[in-house]
Structures are given as structure tokens and as C-alpha cells.
């Protein structure tokens, strides 16, 4: 099956199509810090990429993309994008979790994982895999909430002796969340151990559309013409919108 994905969840953003030919899969990808600027590459890009790939739009078997959490933005773009290809094509759809895709290559990391991204208003939105296995749900959480957790997941816990394993913050948000952590453990230090163990992956390179592709292709998801068509954003945050909304009228009347 040839394969379109689209990464529109973040700053960075990326379009993949994989192409089955003979026995063997070939891969073409475009990727670029767009801001906020999906919607006036995205499908420019795809048509870019269909013909570098040699391939007309009937011969797309299936669309995935980025399920959230993300930019609600660029989330919209993304699922509006890959349903319409979908509907127009007559072929399924299906997104998987934006930050299970970013953790995905970081599988054999030999301790905690934490893919990161800025949620704004001081938050972040992460989850904490270890082997590539989660081991909590998807949070948006403050760095004092985000610190509760390693010290709740890692192992031995920080109160007792022996190495402790070590844990990687990456994504877009990481490098923010790494500041907020060091101070907030500057100011206990019967933390130390807790601020030692945790790294900044400066320069991993995070989930895209190529691994969007490889995580659809080992799920599954598109087995015997699958997908998700009434699938929507995974949000995780209510929006602004919703809030003020919420605010004036908070019997939902």
C-alpha cells in the first residue's frame, strides 16, 4: 500500500509518502520549521512529493496524520487535510498520538523517555515511556506536576541508594521544561539526585511524518482497509474559545 503522512502538530513540519514498488518501499520526505505556516505548504508539498514519487493521487492507499496533542492549529490543518484527501480518494484515514510518534525512536533510550511540547501558560503537554512502552498517560501538566511524576516513575526512587537511571526530555518543549526543572530543584536540594538523572536531549531529533509512516505500517492501522474516519483531534486542553465560553456560561445552558 502507498501511504501519505502529514505532521502539522507542531512548529516543525513535515509530509511523507511511502511507496511500495516491486517488493521493496521507498520513502520520499520534506520537512521544514514552517511556524505556523502549514496550511500554505502542506499541499504544495504533497504535490511535490506525489511527483517525485512517480504517483498520481488514485495511487494512495491511505492518509495518516498526527493525532494530538499539538498546536490546535495546526492539529486542524492536519486532520482537515488528511480527511479531505480521504473522503476525495475513497480511502481511510487514520492518526495516531503525536507524542507516542515522537517517543517512538527513542525506544531504546535506557531509561525514562519524555517527549516534550510547549503547551504555553506555563504548562507542557508530555508523557513518560520507558523501552518504548508508556508508562503514563498523555499530560498537560505544570513543571511541578512534571517533576512528581519522574519522581513517582524512576527507578530505584530518589530516596533510596544505587544509580538511577536516567531520564531524557526531547521535543520542541524540552529545552524549556529542562530550565524549569533545574530551578525548581535548585531550590530543594534534597533533589540532587532527581536533577543529575535528568538530561536535555539537545539536537534528538523528534517525530515526524517518516515515523508517522513507520508507526501506521507496524500498527496496522490500515490492515484489511481500516482507519478512523470519525477520529477528531486529541486536544487534551480545552481551547481559549471554549474556556471563555465556559466562564460565561458555566451550566453549559
Same mark, same amino acid.
Given at each position: 500500500?502507498?501511504?501519505?503522512?502529514?505532521?502539522?502538530?507542531?512548529?516543525?513540519?513535515?509530509?511523507?509518502?511511502?511507496?511500495?514498488?516491486?517488493?521493496?518501499?521507498?520513502?520520499?520526505?520534506?520537512?521544514?520549521?514552517?511556524?505556523?505556516?502549514?496550511?500554505?505548504?502542506?499541499?504544495?508539498?504533497?504535490?511535490?512529493?506525489?511527483?517525485?514519487?512517480?504517483?498520481?493521487?488514485?495511487?494512495?492507499?491511505?492518509?495518516?496524520?498526527?493525532?494530538?496533542?499539538?498546536?490546535?492549529?495546526?492539529?486542524?490543518?492536519?486532520?482537515?487535510?488528511?480527511?479531505?484527501?480521504?473522503?476525495?480518494?475513497?480511502?481511510?484515514?487514520?492518526?495516531?498520538?503525536?507524542?507516542?510518534?515522537?517517543?517512538?525512536?527513542?525506544?531504546?533510550?535506557?531509561?525514562? @523517555?519524555? #517527549? *516534550?511540547?510547549? +503547551? $504555553?501558560?506555563? =504548562?507542557?503537554?508530555?508523557?513518560?515511556?520507558? %523501552?518504548? !512502552?508508556?508508562?503514563?498517560?498523555?499530560?498537560? @501538566?505544570? #513543571? *511541578?506536576?512534571? +517533576? $512528581?511524576?519522574? =519522581?513517582?516513575?524512576?527507578?530505584?526512587?530518589? %530516596?533510596? !541508594?544505587?544509580?538511577?537511571?536516567?531520564?531524557?526530555?526531547?521535543?520542541?518543549?524540552?529545552?524549556?521544561?529542562?530550565?524549569?526543572?533545574?530551578?525548581?530543584?535548585?531550590?530543594?536540594?534534597?533533589?540532587?539526585?532527581?536533577?543529575?538523572?535528568?538530561?536535555?536531549?539537545?539536537?534528538?531529533?523528534?517525530?515526524?511524518?517518516?515515523?508517522?509512516?513507520?508507526?501506521?505500517?507496524?500498527?496496522?492501522?490500515?490492515?484489511?482497509?481500516?482507519?478512523?474516519?470519525?477520529?477528531?483531534?486529541?486536544?487534551?486542553?480545552?481551547?481559549?474559545?471554549?474556556?471563555?465560553?465556559?466562564?460565561?456560561?458555566?451550566?453549559?445552558?
Amino acid at each position: 500500500m502507498n501511504l501519505l503522512a502529514i505532521d502539522t502538530a507542531t512548529e516543525k513540519f513535515s509530509i511523507a509518502i511511502a511507496a511500495e514498488r516491486q517488493g521493496r518501499r521507498d520513502t520520499w520526505f520534506f520537512e521544514a520549521d514552517a511556524g505556523m505556516r502549514h496550511s500554505e505548504l502542506a499541499m504544495d508539498c504533497v504535490d511535490m512529493l506525489m511527483r517525485k514519487a512517480e504517483l498520481v493521487p488514485g495511487d494512495i492507499g491511505g492518509v495518516v496524520c498526527m493525532g494530538g496533542p499539538g498546536s490546535f492549529t495546526g492539529l486542524r490543518i492536519g486532520f482537515s487535510m488528511a480527511k479531505g484527501l480521504a473522503l476525495s480518494l475513497g480511502i481511510p484515514f487514520a492518526p495516531v498520538s503525536t507524542l507516542d510518534c515522537l517517543a517512538g525512536p527513542l525506544a531504546p533510550w535506557p531509561g525514562i @523517555a519524555v #517527549p *516534550v511540547l510547549d +503547551a $504555553k501558560k506555563r =504548562a507542557f503537554f508530555c508523557a513518560l515511556y520507558r %523501552e518504548g !512502552e508508556r508508562i503514563s498517560p498523555d499530560m498537560d @501538566a505544570t #513543571p *511541578v506536576e512534571i +517533576a $512528581k511524576a519522574i =519522581a513517582q516513575n524512576i527507578f530505584p526512587k530518589p %530516596e533510596t !541508594e544505587g544509580p538511577m537511571e536516567h531520564v531524557l526530555l526531547f521535543g520542541p518543549g524540552a529545552e524549556m521544561l529542562y530550565g524549569e526543572l533545574g530551578l525548581l530543584w535548585e531550590s530543594d536540594p534534597g533533589n540532587a539526585r532527581l536533577k543529575a538523572a535528568v538530561k536535555h536531549g539537545k539536537g534528538v531529533r523528534w517525530g515526524n511524518a517518516e515515523t508517522l509512516l513507520e508507526m501506521a505500517l507496524e500498527k496496522g492501522l490500515f490492515a484489511e482497509g481500516g482507519g478512523a474516519a470519525d477520529a477528531s483531534p486529541e486536544y487534551i486542553r480545552k481551547s481559549d474559545a471554549e474556556l471563555s465560553k465556559h466562564r460565561l456560561n458555566p451550566m453549559g445552558i
